[in-house]
């Protein structure tokens, strides 16, 4: 049922016969309602919802799109497909309706396809009919039932991954959007075989995407694993607010993660407090020399070696490469970060440390990047000097670690190689730079996280030595923030004339090639100043043609097109 101008539309199915009926209201005149039309046909699940644009009232069928205005008229002939699950929406005075699994816009004369069923970057699990949908100024949220999970989609012109539904097997039937006296906006989910509905915090912020997991009494439970596998989510924020009861002693609550959707096995953290919480960042890159080397500094034994570096913005390092070979089976490499005296030398303890199997290094004097994790990192100061100290103390002459360096012409700013001969007493300055890279944070209290699919696993322990209760988890909440958005829309011109020049094509096929790939996924990747883009969508041709109205009647086709791309890096 909906509402055009006072008049009340209204459809209705019946089983007995099979039909649909059109009814139509004067809503402020009772008793006069009206079938308009009745029209025989199936229907799968659920009617969709009739929707209107304020002018015209839309009913989704399976065998098309009615105009239901007055007398209903079929506008949208779908009798080749006959979803009988149809769904539809308006989105910015368009129509928006799904026929199998394509999304189709129709702007009340013609119709187009806009995905997703071209994939648009979406792996095979996140492929499957458009169970429901709902629209807002910015975005249409798409509910997609996958084959083992249903997954949000959103689109502004482009698709992209929001979010994921925690529970295996349930299927979306309606979704829609509140808002509320705290002020968060809220997408819910009705599930079609499913008691319980869900929400997601916040869609009009998009992409910020919370789940709420409540009461695990015992054991354990895996969230849904964190990015959507859409290009453009590979860097994120993710957090994670644990409300716990129990916490006394040593009961805590164990975060595990596995990357790239592997079985989550490092420990990210224990929890130790009623209410916590997790932050996940991207790596970052920050200081590194990674070009030039020409030799190599041993380290074995009591010989250690260091490179000084002076980051230029604050951050918490948590991960270093070091361009590193064997020679015979050095062992355990254990990797650290020391402060620096008024040398620039390094003193004192680990202020955090890793370790790597030098075992597994490759003999080739190539090298490899090897990169070794310092647990929870530690916070660096901008323009300060720390040093990265490296040593195999299970080695000796014979079997050795060799660490990649530039002795001829070493440019690193930020500091130096040193060499060590006493277990990292006493240093000397050496005039070369060892090859390294620093990765880690912009927060103080957050884990940097390499990989774009992350699995976290929340364990709940209980040490039985001291007798105590097994924590409960009331409940977490996650969140997911692309930090930063990293996804442009933008407009080119097309000069049709120098375009067939340079080609040496007619106007008219670089018209028809423009056609031809505003179909297709993707374009190459290409680069502009320093960047390089990883994919580009063309979305469509904003403006008509531009051409002077003279030549244009004389067959010249000499203007500029312009297109919309969306570019994801």
Same mark, same amino acid.
């Given at each position: 049922?909906? *509402?055009l101008g006072g008049t009340l539309h209204v459809l209705t199915f019946s089983s007995t016969p099979n039909r649909y009926v059109f009814g139509i209201q004067d809503r402020l005149l009772a008793g006069t309602y009206s079938q308009a039309l009745a029209q025989g046909g199936q229907v799968g699940t659920q009617l969709a919802p009739l929707v209107s644009d304020g002018v015209r009232v839309f009913a989704a069928l399976p065998d098309g799109i009615w105009d239901f205005t007055a007398v209903p008229s079929?506008?949208?002939? &779908?009798?080749?497909?006959? *979803?009988?699950?149809p769904m539809q929406v308006m989105y910015q005075n368009y129509l928006y309706f799904k026929n199998k699994n394509s999304f189709m816009q129709y702007d009340g004369a013609k119709v187009k396809n806009v995905g997703y069923d071209l994939e648009d970057g979406l792996p095979s699990e996140k492929m499957g009919p458009i169970t429901a949908a709902v629209s807002t100024w910015r975005w249409i949220y798409a509910a997609v039932q996958g084959p083992t999970y249903s997954h949000i989609l959103a689109y502004d012109g482009a698709w992209q991954y929001y979010a994921r539904w925690p529970s295996a097997g349930v299927w979306v039937k309606d979704m829609f959007l509140s808002n509320a006296p705290d002020g968060i906006d809220r997408?819910?989910?009705i599930p079609g075989n499913d008691n319980y509905p869900g929400y997601f915090l916040n869609p009009m912020v998009n992409p910020l995407q919370a789940g709420t997991y409540s009461y695990v009494p015992s054991g354990y439970f895996n969230p849904p694993i964190f990015a959507g596998a859409m290009p453009e989510i590979l860097g994120g924020f993710y957090r994670m607010i644990m409300t716990s009861d129990n916490i006394?002693?040593?009961?805590? !609550?164990?975060?595990r993660y596995g990357l790239d959707g592997q079985v989550p096995s490092t420990i990210l953290g224990l929890v130790g407090t009623t209410h916590s919480e997790i932050i996940l960042l991207p790596l970052q890159q920050y200081e590194n020399y990674t070009s030039g080397d020409d030799g190599y500094d041993d380290v074995y034994g009591i010989n250690w070696r260091? @490179?000084?570096?002076? $980051?230029?913005?604050?951050?918490?390092?948590t991960n270093i490469k070091l361009l590193l070979y064997r020679i015979g089976s050095p062992g355990t490499i254990t990797?650290?970060?020391? &402060?620096? *005296?008024?040398?620039?030398? $390094?003193?004192?303890?680990?202020?955090?440390?890793?370790?790597? *199997?030098g075992n597994t290094l490759p003999t080739s004097t190539v090298g490899e990047w090897r990169e070794i994790t310092l647990g929870a990192g530690v916070l660096l100061t901008a323009a300060t000097k720390y040093a990265l100290v490296v040593r195999a103390t299970a080695g000796d002459v014979n079997n050795l670690l060799c660490w990649r360096t530039d002795t001829t012409s070493p440019a690193y700013a930020g500091g130096n190689s040193l060499s060590n001969g006493d277990s990292g007493v006493t240093w000397t300055t050496l005039a070369n730079d060892n090859m390294f890279e620093e990765w880690g944070t912009a927060l103080s209290n957050s884990i940097g996280v390499q990989g774009y699919r992350i699995q976290p696993k929340i364990e709940l322990f209980r040490n039985s030595a001291d007798g105590g209760t097994t924590p409960i988890l009331r409940e977490v909440l996650l969140q997911y923030l692309k930090d930063p958005n990293k996804r442009y829309l933008y407009e080119a011109e097309i000069d049709l004339k120098e375009t067939a020049k340079k080609w040496v094509y007619p106007e008219e096929?670089?018209?028809?090639?423009?056609?031809?790939?505003s179909n297709l996924k993707t374009l190459a990747p290409f680069w502009y100043g320093q960047l390089g883009t990883t994919y580009v969508k063309v979305?469509?041709? $904003?403006?008509?043609?531009?051409?002077?109205? &003279?030549?244009?009647?004389? @067959?010249?086709?000499?203007?500029? !097109?312009?297109?919309?791309? &969306?570019?994801?890096?």
């Open positions: 049922m909906t *509402d079929k506008v949208v002939d &779908a009798e080749r497909t006959l *979803d009988k699950n997408l819910f989910c006394d002693g040593n009961n805590n !609550v164990r975060i260091s @490179q000084t570096f002076t $980051p230029s913005v604050s951050h918490t390092i990797v650290s970060i020391r &402060a620096v *005296d008024g040398s620039g030398k $390094p003193t004192g303890s680990d202020l955090a440390s890793g370790t790597t *199997d096929a670089v018209i028809g090639s423009l056609n031809y790939v979305l469509d041709y $904003p403006s008509n043609e531009k051409t002077d109205e &003279a030549k244009y009647f004389e @067959q010249e086709r000499t203007g500029f !097109v312009r297109i919309r791309l &969306a570019e994801i890096l």
